[in-house]
């Protein structure tokens, strides 16, 4: 039973498409080869675990990425569930194979000396809206709420006297967030001409459109968005990023993990660890940068 028996199979009976049909013939042929030069031969019947634990490790030797090895794995599997439902080979040799971890994608974030011409060099303007739109911005890198958080948040939420915000997370859990004098100044410049500009409000929601009307999460993204495309050319421009942002400073700035954790309201550590590979990336960076022999 063959590689293109396995093919027609996929597109007669299966009706994949030439794409992905091309894509496992790629991959197959790909195992094939390999195993003919180290083996001299290639017959499925006779292909032992260790063969593709050794095609694994040669292909993360030449580079492949995990997603691309997992997938030639997947595909090796597809080929074996095919062979063993026609009795083509007595056992399946990837029945103990294990494929390499993906690695999960380091969180996008702004380097400080970008928030800070944000903040401090771009105009906003002094009428409301704008004065309400760089606020958000300084909101999310000051505190790493997300988005749902921000806009969900009421005048009671915001308690000037003590410092501290009020979020309501996943799975309605809530948490407070503390903030410095520099964001009370500004969220208290926001309240006073919020309450002077919008005439009338319908919600007691902090964050409102100059209608009155709570401020939604499509609004809110945009504003993000256009206002970090002022600063940065990055393809991700969310409020995620900002919350990747404050979570990246703060640990730059030497906050505690756990600390962190508990701003940001994760629920396991290890989800807040992954910045900790951020700040590193960065810390290997600057060393090939400064160090004459570095050779990370």
């Known amino acids: 039973m063959s590689i293109t028996s396995f093919l027609d199979y996929l597109r ?22 390999y195993v003919q030069e180290k083996r001299g031969f290639f ?12 095609w694994i490790v040669s292909l993360m030797d030449e580079k492949y990425a995990s997603t691309s090895v997992n997938r030639k794995l997947s595909s090796l599997r597809s080929f074996y569930k095919f062979l063993l439902k ?10 103990k194979i294990a494929g390499p971890k993906n690695k999960k994608p380091l969180p996008v974030f702004l380097k400080e000396r970008d928030m800070n011409r944000l903040l ?12 309400r739109n760089r606020l958000i911005i300084e909101v ?39 903030f410095g004098d520099e964001l009370k100044h500004s969220l208290q410049t926001y309240v006073d001409l919020r309450d002077r500009s919008v005439s009338y409000r319908s919600t007691d929601a902090f964050w409102v459109k100059a209608n009155g009307e709570r401020l939604k999460k499509d609004a809110v993204y945009g504003i993000v968005r256009r206002s970090l495309s002022k600063v940065v050319t990055l393809k991700k421009r969310s409020p995620h990023v900002l919350r990747h942002t404050f979570a990246t400073t703060m640990l730059n700035n030497h906050a505690e993990l ?10 396991n550590l290890a989800t807040t660890e992954i910045y900790t590979h951020t700040t590193f990336e960065e810390l290997k960076k600057v060393y090939k940068q400064a160090h004459p022999r570095a050779e990370i």
């Open 12 to 33: 007669y009976e299966r009706c994949y498409s030439d794409k992905t049909i091309g894509s496992y013939g790629e991959d197959l042929n790909q195992f094939r080869s």
């Open 86 to 95: 026609k009795n083509a080979v007595p056992v399946n040799p990837l029945l």
């Open 43 to 54: 017959d499925p019947a006779d292909v032992k675990p260790d063969w593709i634990r050794e």
């Open 140 to 178: 999310f890198y000051a505190t790493g709420m997300r988005l749902s958080e921000l806009i969900g948040l009421d005048d009671k939420d915001v308690d000037m006297s003590a410092c501290r915000i009020k979020v309501t997370g996943k799975r309605n859990k809530q948490r407070l967030i503390p």
């Open 258 to 267: 756990r600390a962190v954790k508990e701003l940001l309201g994760h629920e």
């Open 120 to 131: 401090d060099d771009v105009d906003f303007g002094e009428e409301f809206e704008g004065v």
